[in-house]
C-alpha cells in the first residue's frame, strides 16, 4: 500500500492522486465536470456534500450555536447574515 505515501488525495473517478485537495477539486472539476459544492459560510470547496456538512459542523456550528442562542433574547432584529442562515439550510435540504 504505497497509494497514500506523497499524495493524498485520489480521484475516485480515474485514481488520479493530488497533493491538495484544492487540486483535485480543480481536477474533478474541469476533467470530470463534477459540480463543486460551496461553503456558504466561507466559500471553501468541496467536492462531497457530505465533506461540506463535516467541514461546516467542524467550523461553523459554534457559530450558528453562538447566533441561535443571541435570537432566543432578540427576535426582533433580523440581519443579513441570519438571511444567508436561512438559504444556506434551504440549500443543505435540497441534497
Ligand atoms: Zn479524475
Ligand atoms: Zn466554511
Redesign the pocket.
Known amino acids: 500500500m504505497n497509494f497514500f505515501h506523497h499524495k493524498k488525495f485520489v480521484c475516485e473517478q480515474d485514481k488520479e492522486k493530488f497533493e491538495t485537495y484544492e487540486e483535485l477539486i480543480d481536477h474533478s472539476r474541469h476533467v470530470h465536470h463534477i459540480t463543486i459544492l460551496k461553503?456558504n459560510?466561507?466559500g471553501?470547496e468541496f467536492i462531497h456534500e457530505k465533506d461540506r456538512l463535516h467541514?461546516?459542523r467542524e467550523?461553523?456550528e459554534k457559530e450558528l450555536d453562538r447566533r441561535e442562542h443571541k435570537d432566543e433574547y432578540k427576535k426582533v432584529v433580523k440581519s443579513p447574515q441570519e438571511e444567508i442562515d436561512e438559504n444556506s439550510r434551504k440549500f443543505s435540504d435540497n441534497f
Do not use: L, P, Q, T
Request: hydrophobic letters at 10%.
Open positions: 461553503c459560510g466561507c471553501k467541514h461546516v467550523e461553523h
